[in-house]
């Protein structure tokens, strides 16, 4: 089974720890990410303005290859599975923009490709049973806090993925990957998005309040789906440390790696050292690595 | 046969004719068998009626067609008119004429005035065709059925009883006194509700005209106005009420303790029960889903100590056929489910509850004999959110109408709180205060200036379980600020909703229902408990959500009706 | 801290222009706060959103400029997923941002010498991408 893949900006650099791991275990569990050949960066924000059509020429344009080449698109970033999947829709149903859309972009897209979040081709394409008796390394019930953000799931009527106030998909993939989920409150509030580079003093309130609701519910890591997310809530822990010393940090993995680490990766390729607050000593600590 | 009467109303009620009558009779004068008359006032006139009434008595008219923006409202009076001076109504007929109107720009009379004659014309035609039938005398009943059970239905019961007619009280509950018994006090009084039910419902138990069908289900229905054949299912009780004395040694020695519908969450019940001590009728049932013989074979202690051996594990559903002349809809309402509210926990949060759950746990009756106490811990809750429009007034999400009756008990919860735990904090949250009753906004003033609760203007976002708490994100729009309060107990006011099944009900009874399941009234303003089909009437939260005293109105009001429509059928039994 | 009503400000040119980027009609929202009660960063805005639609209806153009509101929104949708009225604040936000990024003078809201070095060394592109689109022009 093959999917056409959507890198986007950040996966095959900063966040090459949420690539590599995805595609490795792509391969163990029987399909394959395809690097869509010509691609662009999808713009990271889905122009809320209605009259703002430029804004939705590179998701237009990823979509209209993805039809070229044929196939369902995927993406391992949040960030990315929502600007295209509501470009998407939008040029589906809306004909006036698509028009303009495609007289721009000099071809000819109807909004017909299939986008899926990975997340959504592990529990509808493989299959979360399947998952389970893929695990080769048992995580002995690891407690893990799932950081949905707000990407995923809303405006639900548009990103179809999970109930947006109680979602459970992300806690159903830990626990097929032998890990205990831990539910906290603050797993659908914004991590603070970019305002970690336009008011960073509040995306670190926001990281503040997000962790030390996952620490309090008995969380031993946290895991995204996001490269922003993970930014928020790991590299700025520096921060959010200098304004709560009292904040005892918590390592933040992305689901990749906690897949792969699940499914026997050799733990070099699941680059835990990428991540800024380093989850080898809890990990270790845990004789999982 | 003669000519048929056209009477031309152009109604200017509104300031402007609707249609140009002259079109009409320039082309209806071509006709022989038609007589045209303009009348260029409204008809539904003193001097208009005195008019149409001349018309047909000096013209010598046995068929009248008179064009009319409001025959529902304008029709009855102008045919009793014409039957006053004995013509025969079976041959005339006042017509709608705003369909022909809907298609028309304002002020082209003569389109309007086109698309009127063709409607007249037709109707012409049709009433040409009409031929005597024969007279028949048909049987009326003078009995009545009141489906519903709740303080309207008895209040309906009570008049009609007291009129000398005979009432079949129909209920789905194994006894009478509907939502009103899960109240624990009512305002603005904060009278003791179950004081002011219970002496009801004995009158309605012991009232020699009325007689109780509870427990049952309306299984199908027939037949027209007077002559109303009704099937009712009773459900199985496994208990015989023959034998019963209601001594409720079953209910005491019952090992099972089951989550009960009565209780609303908070409380447990038993697998055979009675609704309250003062239940009437006062014998119990057996809930087959929760029974321990039921599920699992075991148990049958109530069998054993029933000292009449009344317990009959096989009994099963009966069926009776009552006919009657009326019916009168009082089936009541239910809560939207706060499971479906995502937001607020889907009602996985223990110590969220609903305003109804909040009566049970304050009623000296009820689970927790009056004491306000927390669900999960049973400890005394000290900051008490209470939250209004949950459901109601979202037409993004829920439902878009106002519940009505939410701001009068909130405040009332508050108040009630308050009283029996004086170094609590209170907190509503709410959108706009509703009062507008008898003594209401003087109710919410007082527990203002008296109890301290504090009114908190604006939505609750999202509550959620933090550890032993429940946290409540909301603002307070007129400080502007965003309000965070770590409450020990939440009580939702979620919307009013239609008894579940009134949809189906409705549909046996060819009755109307609108888009969210309440009953349809007649007109808005004018008909409110008539349902449009003749004999069938509506009272209480089954037409809309309303409080107490206008439901008891409402019942009074349908009873009326009954006697009205019963009252013109002297010579009948 | 009057301020004079007239047919001529309620509704004004400033906030036409704020429904017409947005698409949304300020009119409909009945002032319930859900969406301030319910925003992750509410707690640093000087006005909450919902004030920040009421004093554009009165056409209070200046107070809404001046605020820091629209420029603090993550754009996370949390305010338009709980709407009663099924009002897009979001885009409401976006609109009034957009309202001081297309006039003729550059008004941005960030400047990327403004961001110390060993920050850009750190931050992911994604960030910075999201974060000019919706600051600069």
């Not at chain 1, 721009?104 to 998952?131: A, C, N, P, S, W």
């Not at chain 1, 603050?186 to 995306?203: H, R, T």
């Not at chain 2, 110590?351 to 004999?369: M, W």
Request: charged share 25%; net charge negative; with cysteine.
């Amino acid at each position: 089974m093959e999917y056409l893949y959507f890198p986007g900006c950040t996966l095959y650099t900063k966040a090459k720890n949420l690539d590599e791991a995805g595609r490795e275990c792509a391969k163990v569990l029987g399909f394959e990410l395809r690097e869509l050949s010509n691609w662009t960066c999808c713009g990271a924000t889905f122009p809320l303005a209605k009259d703002n059509i430029m804004a939705l020429a590179p998701p237009a344009r990823i979509l209209a290859r993805a039809k070229e080449e044929g196939g369902t698109l995927t993406t391992l970033c949040s960030v990315c599975f929502n600007v295209i999947k509501r470009a998407n829709r939008l040029i589906r149903e809306d004909s006036e923009k698509r028009e303009k859309i495609n007289t721009f972009i000099e071809m000819d897209y109807q909004g017909d490709v299939r986008v899926l979040h990975y997340l959504e081709i592990l529990k509808r394409d493989v299959g979360f049973e399947t998952l389970k008796a893929a695990v080769k390394r048992d995580l002995g019930g690891l407690k893990v806090a799932p950081f949905y953000g707000c990407m995923l799931l809303r405006p639900s009527e548009e990103m179809e993925f999970d109930d947006k106030e109680a979602p459970t998909i992300f806690e159903d993939f830990l626990k097929a990957i032998t890990c205990e989920p831990v539910d906290f409150p603050y797993k659908i509030e914004c991590c603070g998005a970019f305002q970690s580079v336009g008011a960073p003093e509040v995306a670190t309130e926001c990281a503040y309040s997000i962790l030390s609701s996952a620490v309090r519910n008995g969380a031993e890591a946290v895991t995204t789906t996001c490269p922003l997310c993970q930014f928020n809530i790991d590299s700025m822990q520096k921060e959010v440390h200098e304004k709560h010393n009292d904040f005892p940090g918590i390592p933040i993995l992305y689901f990749t790696q906690l897949l792969g680490l699940a499914l026997g990766l050799p733990v070099e390729k699941l680059d835990f050292g990428r991540n800024d607050v380093d989850p080898r000593p809890l990990l270790k600590g845990k004789e999982l690595i | 046969m003669g000519r048929v009467g056209v009477v031309l109303c152009s109604c200017d009620l509104e300031g402007a004719p609707l249609f140009d009558p002259d079109v009409l009779t320039e082309k209806l004068k071509r006709r022989n068998d038609v007589l045209p008359l303009v009348y260029r006032s409204p008809a539904c006139s003193e001097s208009g009626v005195e008019a149409i009434r001349a018309f047909v008595e000096e013209s010598d008219l046995d068929r009248i067609v008179v064009t009319c923006s409001r025959p529902e409202l304008f029709g009855p009076t102008c045919m009793k008119v014409l039957r006053q001076s004995g013509h025969n109504t079976a041959f005339s007929e006042v017509i709608d004429i705003r369909p022909a109107l809907a298609s028309v720009e304002k002020g082209g009379l003569k389109e309007a005035a086109e698309h009127v004659l063709d409607l007249v014309e037709r109707k012409i035609d049709e009433i040409r065709g009409r031929v005597p039938s024969r007279k028949e005398k048909i049987p009326f009943t003078k009995r009545v059925m009141v489906i519903g059970a709740g303080i309207t239905g008895i209040t309906a019961s009570i008049d009609l009883g007291n009129a000398g007619y005979e009432v079949l009280l129909v209920d789905r509950l194994p006894s009478i006194g509907g939502r009103m018994l899960q109240l624990s006090e009512t305002f603005p009084t904060l009278d003791c509700a179950q004081c002011t039910l219970t002496p009801k419902t004995v009158e309605t138990g012991q009232h020699p005209q009325i007689r109780l069908i509870t427990y049952s289900e309306i299984e199908s229905v027939s037949g027209e106005v007077g002559n109303i054949l009704v099937k009712i299912r009773r459900k199985a009780a496994y208990v015989d009420w023959e034998k019963c004395t209601g001594c409720g040694l079953c209910q005491e020695k019952c090992p099972s303790k089951v989550p009960s519908e009565f209780e609303r969450g908070v409380g447990l019940g038993k697998a055979i029960y009675t609704l309250s001590p003062q239940a009437v009728p006062n014998k119990p049932v057996i809930n087959r889903e929760v029974c321990r013989f039921f599920t699992k074979g075991k148990c049958r202690v109530c069998e054993k100590v029933c000292p009449v051996g009344a317990i009959d594990y096989e009994q099963e559903d009966t069926f009776i056929e009552e006919r009657v002349g009326a019916i009168i809809v009082a089936t009541g309402f239910d809560l939207y489910p706060k499971e479906e509210i995502g937001e607020y926990g889907y009602g996985d949060v223990p110590d969220v509850i609903d305003g109804l759950a909040f009566e049970r746990l304050n009623s000296a009756s009820g689970p927790t004999a009056g004491e306000i106490r927390r669900p999960s811990d049973g400890h005394i809750p000290k900051e008490m959110v209470f939250i209004q429009c949950v459901a109601s007034r979202d037409p993004e999400r829920y439902m878009p109408y106002c519940s009505r009756a939410c701001c009068m008990y909130t405040a009332k919860h508050a108040r009630l709180y308050k009283h029996k735990v004086h170094d609590g904090r209170a907190y509503i949250f709410y959108m706009d205060i509703r009062s507008m009753g008898k003594g209401y906004e003087e109710f919410i003033q007082q527990g203002v200036e008296e109890e301290g609760i504090l009114y908190l203007r604006g939505r609750v976002s999202r509550l959620f379980r933090d550890n032993d708490h429940v946290v409540v994100w909301g603002v307070d729009t007129l400080t502007g600020k965003k309000v965070e309060i770590a409450a020990d107990m939440v009580v939702l006011a979620t919307a009013m909703i239609p008894s579940r099944g009134v949809k189906e009900l409705a549909e046996k009874l060819g009755i109307k229902t609108d888009e969210y399941g309440f009953l349809t009234e007649a007109h808005w303003k004018l008909y409110p408990v008539e349902s449009g089909v003749e004999g069938i009437y509506l009272a209480g939260c089954a037409q809309g959500p309303k409080d107490i005293a206008d439901t008891v109105a409402q019942g009074n009001a349908a009873a009326s009706k009954v006697q009205a429509l019963f009252a013109q059928y002297r010579n009948s039994s | 801290m009057k301020i004079e009503i007239s047919r001529q400000k309620v509704h004004n040119e400033f906030a036409q222009k704020v429904e017409e980027i947005s698409g949304q009609n300020l009119f409909a929202c009945y002032q319930c706060g859900n969406c301030t009660a319910g925003c992750p960063v509410s707690f640093a805005m000087d006005l909450g959103p919902h004030q920040v639609i009421r004093f554009s209806l009165l056409g209070l153009e200046k107070e809404v400029l001046e605020s820091n509101t629209f420029w603090i929104c993550a754009s996370c949708l949390q305010c338009t997923s709980r709407c009663p009225k099924g009002l897009d604040i979001a885009r409401i936000m976006e609109a009034i941002r957009l309202v001081i990024l297309r006039k003729k003078e550059r008004l941005d809201r960030l400047e990327i010498r403004e961001l110390p070095g060993e920050f850009l060394d750190r931050v992911p592109q994604i960030a910075l991408i999201s974060g000019f689109r919706k600051f600069s022009s």
